[in-house]
């Protein structure tokens, strides 16, 4: 969504920019560049995972830049009283920041937020895509990963800083690992009054007694417990799943031959597009690439052969920003691992 006021001449001069042979955008870019995009990881301390993203901030990349912070968070429900889904289940929420908007109303605030909201939840939360490991108790317990997204800051492209964002907090996220125990009545001694009333006897031997929380050779788990401390854990499973989104910017149609969608729209360039094209693609190693989802934004139109050929080279695309965001979030993980140890050598 723009957030600047665009004249008309601007509009056409934007556009006569973008449709002219070679191509001239306000900040030097070719079509398919994206802005210097920054990626930290682990930035919220409470949270089991977290990403901080930012798409061109630069003087020379569209002042302040697209700014998103996402953060996961598990908390266990119960699913026999009916809280949570058994095996665990994803929850999304996008919170844009007022001062990213200060044009909007509050009603076309929440607008906003709940169409972002309704995107980013559709596609991490289907079953496809549900880790294996949020499960606890069967049938009794399971983990309900909490995905949060605030949007601090809006230069553009908005929808693709989410999408990477979030799939870095998601990377980073760590479960808990939890053990099964169950509690167990003491067995009464034989020739007891207890043993033969079916109640238990308070006046035991203490020697005959088994332990009331006995973790081994459990038939029927009621509980579990945590072996590690809350911010350890191991990786959600299938994170190599979770996918990116590319916007293809659609600029006025051209006589003069075939539409070539641009990348990265900036502010400017946003309120001069009359149609954008969201491609939610993965890459799961091993497998051909799945388009998760595909949106039209805005009152422009296309045919079914421009959305095919669109769909096409948007996955190439795609590809290229999956790719270098794997990339950034290993390294990312070597930098953490070598904070970790150094921290841990200096005590």
């Known amino acids: 969504m723009a957030s600047v006021s665009t004249s008309k001449a601007e509009i ?6 973008l449709l ?10 070719a079509l398919h560049d994206f802005r210097t995009i920054n990626l930290e990881t682990g930035v919220v301390p409470l949270a089991n995972g977290s990403a901080h993203l930012s798409i061109g901030q630069n003087a020379h990349h569209g002042g ?18 009916g809280e949570g889904i058994d095996g665990g289940r994803i929850i999304c929420t996008v919170t844009c920041s007022p001062s990213a908007y200060p044009h909007l109303s509050s009603q076309a605030l929440e607008d906003l937020q709940y169409d972002m909201t309704t995107i980013l939840h559709e596609t991490f939360a289907h079953m496809s895509l549900l880790p294996k490991n949020l499960g606890i108790l069967p049938g009794k317990k399971s983990w309900t990963l909490y995905l949060d997204s605030v949007v601090l ?7 693709d800083a989410l999408f990477m964002a979030a799939r870095a907090a998601l990377w980073d996220c760590k479960v808990p690992r939890t053990r099964s125990v169950e509690y167990k009545a003491p067995t009464a001694a034989p020739g007891s009054k207890a043993a033969e009333s079916g ?11 088994k332990s009331g929380f006995d973790t081994m050779a459990i038939s029927h788990a009621v509980d579990f417990e945590l072996p590690d401390y ?4 191991e990786v959600l499973d299938g994170r190599e799943r979770w996918p990116v989104c590319v916007t293809l910017n659609v600029a006025a149609q051209s006589t003069k031959g075939p539409v070539v969608p641009y990348l990265d729209a ?8 009359p149609l954008r094209l969201l491609l939610v693609l993965s890459f799961p190693p091993g497998s051909s690439p799945n388009l998760h989802s595909m949106r039209l934004l805005g009152p422009g139109e296309l045919d079914l052969s421009q959305i095919r050929d669109f769909v096409t080279s948007g996955e190439k695309y795609a590809q290229k920003v999956w790719e270098g965001l794997n990339g950034k979030l290993k390294e990312e993980d070597l930098r953490r691992g070598q904070k970790a140890r150094d921290r841990f050598a200096r005590r």
């Not at 056409?12 to 920019?17: A, D, R, V």
């Not at 800051?153 to 929808?159: A, H, I, R, V």
């Not at 900036?266 to 597009?273: D, N, S, V, W, Y």
């Open 12 to 17: 056409s001069y934007i556009q006569s920019g």
């Open 20 to 29: 002219s042979n070679p191509p001239l955008r306000a900040d030097g870019r």
């Open 64 to 81: 302040n830049g697209t700014e998103v912070l996402s953060a996961a968070k598990l908390e266990v429900e119960n699913v026999e009283q």
């Open 153 to 159: 800051t809006d230069s553009g492209n908005t929808y």
């Open 199 to 209: 109640q238990m006897d308070v006046d035991l031997d203490v020697s005959v007694q």
């Open 230 to 233: 809350w911010d350890e854990g």
């Open 266 to 273: 900036i502010l400017q360039e946003e309120a001069a597009t």
